[in-house]
C-alpha cells in the first residue's frame, strides 16, 4: 500500500491562491487519510484521501467528523 503524502497543495476557491494541506494524523486506518489547511485569505481547505464513503462523509461535515469501525 502506498503511503499517503504528508501535504498536498491546491488552489484556494476564494482567492485562487496556492493553499497547502496537511495531513492530520496518521493511523493505522487506511479508509481515509484526513487533510486541513487554511489559505492565506483565511478560507479553510479540507481534502481526504481512501474509501469513497469515508471520504464523503469527512467533506460534508469536517469540524464534527469521526471515524468508526
Same mark, same amino acid.
Do not use: N
Given at each position: 500500500?502506498?503511503?499517503? !503524502?504528508?501535504?498536498?497543495?491546491?488552489?484556494?476557491?476564494?482567492?485562487?491562491?496556492?493553499?497547502?494541506?496537511?495531513?492530520?494524523?496518521?493511523?493505522?486506518?487506511?479508509?481515509?487519510? !484526513?487533510?486541513?489547511?487554511?489559505?492565506?485569505?483565511?478560507?479553510?481547505? &479540507?481534502?481526504?484521501?481512501?474509501?469513497?464513503?469515508?471520504?464523503?462523509?469527512?467533506?460534508?461535515? !469536517?469540524?464534527?467528523?469521526? &471515524? &468508526?469501525?
Amino acid at each position: 500500500m502506498l503511503k499517503a !503524502p504528508r501535504t498536498l497543495t491546491f488552489k484556494c476557491v476564494k482567492c485562487a491562491k496556492a493553499v497547502q494541506v496537511r495531513l492530520q494524523k496518521v493511523s493505522a486506518c487506511s479508509h481515509i487519510q !484526513p487533510y486541513v489547511g487554511v489559505c492565506q485569505c483565511g478560507e479553510v481547505k &479540507h481534502h481526504a484521501i481512501g474509501q469513497k464513503d469515508a471520504v464523503e462523509s469527512y467533506l460534508a461535515a !469536517p469540524e464534527g467528523w469521526t &471515524h &468508526h469501525h
